[in-house]
């Protein structure tokens, strides 16, 4: 079984996903990085990155995840907000802690590649 099928499949990672992006969105700190972007479509990338990172037969169809976010000069402050949200809406689900590390590790190690190197101040 993969721990996508663990954490109980599509209708729950979307659930996640639907949650986590709504909050983005409207965050004080980092929703303004979302300003005039489709809602939809970004649910859309961020469910198909986190099924595949959790073992489903699902595949990223968004563009490259490294160029299209450094082009916005996200800092490490900014970065770990959002995963903060991430974290928090993971955690509602009350998913087992090795499908949360390997979720939010995933993410994390992605933090130099997408930030400008520099941190909020």
Not at 51 to 77: D, F, Q
Request: net charge neutral; aromatic share 8%; with cysteine.
């Amino acid at each position: 079984m993969t721990d996508f099928e663990r954490a109980g499949g599509e209708p729950v990672v979307r659930a996640i996903i639907d949650r986590f992006v709504d909050r983005v969105f409207d965050d004080v700190i980092v929703g303004f990085l979302f300003a005039g972007k489709d809602s939809a479509r970004v649910k859309l990338h961020e469910y198909e990155h986190a099924a595949g990172v959790l073992g489903a037969a699902v595949a990223y169809t968004g563009r490259p995840i490294v160029p299209l976010h450094r082009a916005l000069r996200i800092n490490a402050g900014q970065f770990r907000r959002r995963l903060a949200i991430l974290k928090q809406e993971i955690e509602r689900e009350q998913l087992p802690a090795d499908i949360v590390a390997r979720w939010l590790g995933a993410q994390e190690a992605m933090q130099r590649q997408v930030t400008d190197g520099t941190d909020c101040v």
